[in-house]
């Protein structure tokens, strides 16, 4: 039982560039998150998932994409690359019912130069 | 729209001494839950104790405990018998119960507890 696992874990794109970012959970859960966090600020909410197949907007949602086309699985991608990107990217996932309490993954570092 | 605060940006504490680190929020809602969560150099983000608005009784597990002020919107943590472990950035949490959709999570900017052996 992984939880939930990111790929990749480093990278550095150039301003412009496009990458995807995934976010794979084993725990069967609906729920999938996609958090930026940057310094003196916490963890920001880009975008959600209630189900798959379904995505929804967070608080800072400009300048990402996300799909969720299986259940497990929840990407988000950058289109084009801007330096206000970089950040650490953290996914999560949590179950239906209950507190709602939210198993994070191991987060990306991503620096865009 | 509710908001987490956390107004302790860095703390410190001596090992095995007691620790509080204060957390605040804003809600209109009854019903809703409260978390702290973890995350040390490793970056990995842990929970540390959760707590449901409706309970009135405060939230323990082992060394960690909460001070739930549902009137003032306050939600201290507490660390006892600190250890050089505990050493890491918290964050506090708030989660609405009524809110329709997912669960989302609304943070505090965090505080960073250092630990002085």
């Known amino acids: 039982n992984a939880g939930v696992t990111q790929t990749p874990k480093f990278r550095v794109l150039k301003t412009g560039q496009s990458m995807t970012l995934l976010c794979a959970q084993d725990m069967n859960h609906e729920y999938m998150y996609w958090y930026r966090q940057d310094p003196g600020m916490g963890l920001r909410l880009i975008h959600y998932?209630?189900?798959?197949?379904?995505?929804a907007k967070g608080e800072v949602p400009d300048g990402y994409n996300v799909s969720r086309l299986k259940k497990q699985n929840f990407l988000l991608g950058l289109e084009s690359a801007a330096p206000s990107q970089t950040s650490v990217y953290f996914c999560?996932?949590?179950?239906?019912?209950?507190?709602?309490?939210?198993?994070f993954g191991p987060g990306t570092r991503l620096t865009v130069t | 729209a509710q908001t987490v605060t956390q107004s302790q940006p860095e703390m410190s504490v001596q090992e095995a001494e007691t620790v509080t680190l204060s957390c605040t929020y804003d809600?209109?809602?009854?019903?809703?839950?409260l978390f702290w969560y973890k995350q040390p150099p490793s970056r990995q983000m842990i929970l540390v104790i959760r707590?449901?608005?409706?309970?009135?009784q405060n939230a323990t597990e082992n060394r960690f405990s909460v001070n739930f002020q549902k009137a003032a919107k306050s939600f201290s943590l507490k660390i006892s018998d600190s250890q050089l472990g505990d050493a890491a950035m918290y964050f506090c949490a708030y989660r609405s119960a009524i809110s329709l959709g997912a669960q989302k999570l609304v943070f505090g900017q965090g505080t960073r507890l250092t630990i002085n052996p």
């Open positions: 998932s209630v189900g798959e197949g379904t995505t």
């Open positions: 707590q449901e608005a409706y309970k009135q």
């Open positions: 809600t209109s809602e009854s019903d809703y839950y």
């Open positions: 999560a996932s949590s179950r239906f019912r209950g507190s709602g309490e939210q198993y």
